[in-house]
Nanobody, 124 residues
């Protein structure tokens, strides 16, 4: 199983970026995925988690990104996206996609598979 994250970069405050996470492997599903981020010296934090496997789909964003970030997926391409807009310097971090959850949605330890991370730097 591989998760390949991409799309990070250096942008100015107010800009937008779209991150991608391409999944490969038979046991991984993009129907239950999450994005986390980790800034230097800080703990890895949940950005968004989205589980559409059931009739009552679950999707939740961190308060700090609500209204600015949007998760989406292309099931044919086995790819999950994170559209980020109105970026601020506080959004600077390495962003990770995660899959194959066995516990709580926002718990990093609940995810078995991780992308390698893509760095986002927002200048003021």
């Amino acid at each position: 199983v591989q998760l390949q994250a991409s799309g990070g970069g250096l942008v100015q405050a107010g800009a937008s970026l779209r991150l991608s996470c391409a999944a490969s492997g038979r046991s991984v599903s993009v129907d239950d995925m999450a994005w986390f981020r980790q800034a230097p010296g800080k703990r890895r934090e949940s950005v968004v988690h989205s589980d559409i496997r059931w009739t009552s789909a679950h999707e939740a964003y961190a308060e700090s990104v609500k209204g600015r970030f949007t998760i989406s997926r292309d099931r044919y391409k086995d790819t999950v996206y994170l559209q980020m807009s109105s970026l601020t310097p506080e959004d600077s971090a390495v962003y990770y996609c995660a899959a194959h959850r066995t516990g709580g949605y926002a718990d990093p330890d609940a995810y078995a598979y991780w992308g390698q991370g893509t760095e986002v730097t927002v200048s003021s």
